[in-house]
DNA sequence: GAAAGTATGAGTTCTCGG
DNA sequence: CCGAGAACTCATACTTTC
């Protein structure tokens, strides 16, 4: 959920005003002063870093550069799992941040070990407890060593389970490729062909090959991602982040065997839950930083086609619980024409569509529109195979319909709105324009309700909401339609238009709670936060979609990934994510 | 000044035939 | 396994219209 149109995103939050002259002064003089003296350290502090590791990240960074500090940090936390929640212990900790600087990855590295090396019948017990059989177990501890986690060891026997399944099971070996709707769904637990993501290092770091070594050493521990363990030894190879071939995030509800498990690090571990959201095919690296900064949680990719009428693919990284979801009801119509039954009539046999693609912020053209219908009028019923090819090309496109005999046109508002989950009319206090972009920008509410719909049996009494890049309120309608209270909701969105919309509804459709709304994220501080703390005692889930326009593929002028004018917005999720869960451990 | 209209690819993955 | 082509993507900048 995003409003980007005017969000217009620095980073002086985190830069000084005379940045551009520290870079000197601080190569000017020497480590620990320049360090402890440099004026970027309340800025780190404020996003939760831990004071010793900000002075390593300056030092080590050389230029006194923010950005590369940044990366350094970003880097750290991933190396230790730090972050704002365990700052007090770094900071009482002496040892945990030693002096001496020549240790610094020894010990890091150390420290992982450690925390990957629990008890072997410990790790037994995990599963069973997962419901594994104690046999199943055993053998996965065959298979994967002694030193996998109990998440590896769940995810081998998972997989050595969905391969019996798939050996005896009723599938058809032949069907298997026709898949081009995507109705077979790859349990990407054992998908060999998964798109691989980059290693995490950022292309500041690339020439940095002493630091990209520390990288691909630590990166990818078991606790952040899956990894796989083939039967043979050249199977094995560095875990890193995939993305799936079909993206069908952690099961769906009309599949619901294909159920994964998963155990959270222990610093993840909710309340405060915490539901982040963007958009699937970003740029190399950026899925690997996100997930860093967020407890090292592999994010669930989906796509929404499994829910609408219309594809999604979106990365989803939360700490909720993934057992027993449940499909918001009554399920949408599934392809184009169950959505759109009256425009049957005009549809051309070979247009073979049954999904649209991603929805997105603009609409075609008249002039398009009008090519097409003239394209069309000037040839017999049907056309031949190169108008045709050309004819889908657009529709494809622009996500075209077809309205009449030979005519096309792009979907209405209220259509777009239908598609993504939300009430008729949901949008309409807003321009035309306006509408097509925030409805571009916004979740799809099944699939997130999915997601959500955990929250119901453990909030019976409502729960109390940090709604970040809010948009048109694609959490509080998809909660709303699961029948889950909000007590009361901080909601931030920079859009009037958007903030006014979301007034209106929450109005409209009688809540209760409290709805408190603020224009930007950067000015969500300590003070907001606690103030909302001790009115209603705290936050139950902490949920929002930072700015996707400097990640989309659609960008064609900005696609520079997280650093960018709007999508550096990510780290404002990230501090507040840290100062609400800092805060409330306060209290 | 707000709203609507229009031209503007790259980067990456997927598909399929050899 | 490989390579060429198809397919897809929460958009931006500028102009025109109202």
């Not at 392809?335 to 929805?359: G, V």
Request: aromatic share 8%; hydrophobic share 35%.
């Amino acid at each position: 959920m995003v409003s980007d149109s005017d969000e217009s995103a620095d980073l002086s939050w985190l830069l000084n005003d005379d940045e551009t002259q520290l870079s000197p002064r601080i190569q000017g003089c020497s480590s620990e002063d320049a360090a402890s003296n440099s004026s970027l350290m309340p800025h780190f502090l404020d996003m939760g870093f831990p004071r010793k590791m900000i002075t390593k990240a300056i030092e080590e960074s050389g230029d006194g550069n923010s950005e590369s500090v940044l990366d350094l940090l970003l880097i750290y936390s991933s190396l230790a799992g730090t972050t704002s929640r365990n700052e007090e212990k770094a900071e009482s900790d002496e040892n945990s941040w030693a002096d001496d600087s020549s240790s610094y990855f020894d010990e890091m590295d150390l420290d992982l070990e450690m925390a990957g090396q629990d008890s072997i019948s410990n790790k037994l017990q995990v599963l069973v407890k997962m419901g594994y059989d104690q046999d199943e177990a055993a053998s996965a501890v065959k298979r994967c060593g002694e030193d996998a986690s109990a998440f590896e060891l769940a995810d081998s026997i998972y997989a050595a389970q969905t391969a019996k399944e798939e050996e005896f099971g009723d599938c058809d070996p032949s069907s298997a490729h026709e898949q081009k709707d995507g109705d077979k769904y790859d349990p990407f637990l054992h998908d060999h062909k998964r798109q691989r993501f980059d290693d995490g290092a950022s292309s500041s770091h690339r020439n940095n090959n002493q630091r990209r070594g520390h990288l691909n050493r630590a990166y990818g521990r078991p606790s952040t991602t899956i990894r796989h363990h083939g039967g043979g030894s050249d199977d094995d190879r560095e875990a890193e982040l995939f993305l799936p071939n079909s993206m069908v995030g952690f099961g769906l509800p009309m599949d619901p065997k294909r159920q994964i498990y998963r155990k959270l690090p222990d610093v993840a571990q909710g309340p405060p839950f915490f539901y982040y959201e963007n958009v699937a095919l970003a740029p190399r690296g950026v899925w690997d930083t996100i997930s860093r900064m967020l407890d090292n949680i592999p994010p669930e990719f989906v796509d929404s086609q499994y829910f609408s009428a219309a594809c999604r693919k979106r990365g989803y990284i939360h700490n909720l619980p993934i057992a027993n979801r449940f499909h918001l009801k009554p399920v949408p119509p599934q392809t184009i024409l169950e959505a759109f039954p009256s425009n049957r009539a005009h549809w051309p046999e070979w247009d073979k569509r049954t999904k649209f693609n991603c929805l997105q912020t603009v609409v075609a053209s008249s002039k398009l529109t009008e090519k097409i219908h003239a394209e069309l009028k000037a040839y017999p019923n049907p056309p031949s195979l190169d108008v045709m090819k050309r004819v889908m090309k657009e529709c494809r496109k622009w996500n075209l319909i077809w309205i009449g005999q030979k005519r096309v046109a792009p979907l209405e508002p209220h259509e777009v709105e239908f598609l993504l989950g939300f009430p008729r009319d949901h949008t309409r206090s807003i321009s035309r324009t306006e509408r097509y972009r925030s409805l571009g920008n916004s979740f799809n509410v099944d699939t997130v309700a999915y997601h959500l719909s955990v929250l119901k049996g453990i909030y019976p009494n409502g729960i109390r909401i940090l709604s970040l890049f809010s948009g048109i309120g694609g959490a509080e309608v998809a909660l709303h339609r699961l029948g889950i209270k909000m007590t009361a909701v901080l909601s931030v969105e920079k859009s009037l238009s958007n903030r006014n919309l979301l007034n209106s509804w929450w109005k409209e459709t009688g809540q209760e709670g409290e709805l408190q709304e603020i224009d930007d994220v950067r000015k969500v501080d300590d003070a907001i936060l606690e103030c909302f703390i001790r009115r209603h005692g705290g936050f139950d889930l902490v949920i929002g979609g930072s700015p996707c326009n400097n990640l989309t593929g659609s960008n064609r002028l900005h696609r520079i990934g997280l650093q960018g004018e709007h999508s550096s917005l990510f780290y404002h999720y990230y501090r507040i994510l840290s100062r609400v869960r800092y805060l409330m451990g306060k209290h």
